[in-house]
């Protein structure tokens, strides 16, 4: 599949809203308020930027300025039906971007709605249970072959077509499917659950998805958060996983004009997400250790933490796009089954590399 470069922006607003449309005695019919982010995901074409290494930043201020309308708003004044589909519908119409491929609107930190351009929408409403778990089939010495254990966080993925309306499925209603799951995992001990006696997040993430995808025929993806860091999607067919990591960079950008701040050297605490695709082995029950991709990373980690991003060898420019590149040519050939690469710069701002399925995108 052919390299694609995206430009991701997200930006927060405090709002008021009720929603008219909900049926009597909902409690999101009354006056409530929320903080609000939005996020874009753009194919940006590269002459757009004042100069080059300023798309992500562009982006970003176009983005706000969008939102401005909206924040600290009573948000019916300015749409009778406020809904985050509707929300994401405005900022689309108003964002001077070119490319948009999706506009998202998260009104709580556990739900949001991301619409396309043909006006579908994805939805996404997260739940998190504690639970302990080992993996009994790892090697001897691997540290998940002990009893231990996790918070962990679910997203259930709903993909609907809209049309012209204000709003897709009720988060309520994912909610509510979501329930008795949640019993059975909340305060359990994984490997005792049937169907779950090697509970690493893959055979999670397929548990949940045979639960519910018979009453949930919109369900697109089961997100399944072991950690903080690493997780697995599947989509019924397909696992992707992801290992996050942090590094803390210097950088300048070189080809900014006199007087741009980013001229001056400068730093980030950045946001890098390796996403893989592979298929299962079916007697440890992963794809990929997140250990191993963490592991075979760290060579390329070593040369990016704690250094100064465009005195490395072979970058010409450290913003988030040329990283991509260059990290994805330092690691492809040692992690074939890297299929995209996330960096942001700032949370939720800078620049997804991706040469096979897209997935879904996880909440800032
Ligand atoms: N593909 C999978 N790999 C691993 C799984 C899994 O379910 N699927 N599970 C584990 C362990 O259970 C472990 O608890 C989580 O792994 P890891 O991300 O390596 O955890 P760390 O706490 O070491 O994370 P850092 O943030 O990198 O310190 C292992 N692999």
Not at 82 to 98: F, G, I, M, Q, Y
Not at 121 to 128: E, K, N, P, S
Not at 242 to 248: A, L, S
Request: with cysteine; net charge negative.
């Amino acid at each position: 599949m052919s390299e694609r470069l995206l430009h991701v922006a997200a930006a927060p607003f405090e709002a008021a809203c009720h929603i008219p449309i909900l049926p009597e005695g909902h409690r999101s019919r009354r006056l409530h308020g929320h903080s609000f982010r939005a996020r874009v995901r753009a194919d940006l074409p590269s002459d757009w930027a004042p100069f080059p290494g300023a798309a992500t930043g562009r982006l970003t201020e176009a983005l706000k300025e969008c939102i401005d309308a909206l924040d600290y708003r009573n948000l019916n004044e300015i749409l009778p039906v406020p809904t985050d589909e509707n929300l994401a519908r405005w900022v689309r119409a108003r964002l001077t971007a070119p490319g948009i491929e999706s506009v998202g609107i998260q009104s709580t930190h556990d739900q949001g709605a991301d619409l396309d351009g043909a006006d579908h929408v994805h939805l996404w409403h997260r739940f998190r249970f504690e639970a302990a778990h080992c993996l009994p089939n790892v090697p001897a010495d691997h540290p998940c072959g002990r009893l231990h254990g996790h918070g962990f966080e679910v997203i259930l993925h709903a993909d609907q077509t809209l049309a012209d309306e204000d709003m897709g499925m009720d988060f309520d209603r994912l909610a509510a499917l979501w329930a008795p799951l949640q019993t059975e995992l909340h305060y359990a001990c994984l490997n005792d659950i049937a169907g779950l006696e090697n509970p690493t997040s893959e055979r999670l993430s397929h548990w949940i998805w045979q639960r519910l995808k018979p009453e949930l025929p919109v369900l697109s993806w089961v997100t399944v958060y072991e950690t903080a860091t690493a997780g697995c999607h599947y989509d019924g067919t397909h696992y992707r996983i992801w290992k996050e990591q942090r590094f803390e960079s210097a950088l300048r950008l070189v080809a900014a004009p006199d007087g741009d701040p980013r001229r001056r050297l400068h730093g980030h605490s950045y946001l890098l997400r390796l996403h893989l695709t592979a298929p299962l082995d079916t007697v440890l029950g992963w794809t990929v250790d997140y250990g191993d991709v963490k592991r075979i990373f760290n060579p390329v980690y070593q040369l990016l933490d704690h250094h100064r991003l465009d005195a490395l060898p072979g970058l010409d420019a450290a913003d988030p796009g040329s990283l991509t590149r260059w990290i994805r040519a330092r690691i492809a050939d040692d992690l074939p089954q890297l299929d995209r690469i996330d960096l942001h710069e700032t949370p939720g701002c800078g620049a997804t590399l991706c040469w096979g399925e897209l997935g879904p995108a996880l909440p800032t």
